[in-house]
């Protein structure tokens, strides 16, 4: 089913339609990383001009042992959390694009890296959106396991708590999210993983797949006969292995291969 490995994938409309036509016999898996959300007005970690490139101590925010053990970095996390894109940010046409794959029936589940819940708004099923990083829409405590609505514990800091406490014990509050250094839940791991496993169709978008376990999910799906697709704006190391890699924009691309045509086309 796979191509030959080593071979030029080929880019152009032509194999946007190709695709398409893969999309529309169904099985379809896609992971999304943050390129599928800057259109949206949601800025990535890695890219050129992504939050971590132009300011790499901003990577401590996202450490688990620098929030734990450093109280600057909770209340600098917390002011970053009431600034947070994801707040007003809005579907863009590719979130609309994989809705529509889900409404035709072909797309069983979306895997995402992304913490903005915009799958979810675009009108995918949240029971077929498997959050591998978590979601900012929550928060967690790190001792007792609370969870709670993040909106609730904003209030908080607006009201003056610049390092809100969990209310149950006590304990240090986070969002709802995986920094690094943190465990990953299993069930949501193994969630992913049988989705990779049982599709006809993997597609990566607007991620570099760089992270694991989440760049490993291309490998489970193409051991278990899958065909790959990559659809970012750079290279990735899974390039070389994919059917097909596609470097057009993710907003006109992904509605393209969803079977969306755009007015007048």
């Known amino acids: 089913m796979s191509r030959e490995e080593g071979a030029v994938p080929v880019e152009g409309s032509e194999v946007l339609d190709e695709v398409a036509g893969w999309v529309a016999a169904g099985g379809v ?14 800025p990535d970690f890695r890219g050129p001009n992504g939050v971590w490139t132009r300011n790499p101590e ?10 734990v053990t450093d109280p600057d970095v909770r209340r600098q996390s917390w002011q970053e959390r009431l600034r947070h894109p994801a707040w007003t940010a ?8 994989l809705a529509r794959m889900e409404r035709d029936g072909n797309l069983t589940a979306v895997i995402t890296q992304n913490i903005d819940g915009l799958h979810q708004r675009a009108g995918n099923d949240p029971a ?11 928060t967690e405590c790190l ?10 514990t904003l209030d908080r800091v607006e009201r003056g708590e610049a390092d809100p406490a969990c209310e149950e014990c006590g304990g240090i509050l986070k969002s709802a999210t995986i920094s690094f250094g943190q465990s990953m839940n299993m069930a949501t791991l193994e969630a992913a993983a049988e989705a990779a496993m049982f599709c006809r169709l993997f597609v990566a978008v607007g991620t570099s797949l760089t992270v694991y376990p989440a760049a490993g999910l291309v490998d489970v799906a193409r051991n278990h006969g899958a065909r790959v697709v990559v659809l970012n704006a750079a290279g990735t190391s899974y390039d070389a292995v994919a059917d097909r890699v596609i470097r057009e924009p993710i907003g006109t691309a992904l509605p393209r291969i969803a079977g969306i045509r755009a007015a007048g086309g």
Do not use: Q, W
């Open 128 to 138: 077929k959106v498997i959050e591998l990083h978590g979601t900012i829409f929550e």
């Open 29 to 42: 898996v896609v992971l999304t990383g943050a390129g599928i959300s800057t259109d949206s007005g949601i």
């Open 143 to 152: 001792s007792c396991g609370a969870r709670g609505p993040m909106r609730a």
């Open 90 to 97: 809005t579907p863009n046409p590719a979130h609309e694009a």
């Open 58 to 67: 901003a990577m401590k925010l996202s450490s688990i042992d620098h929030y």
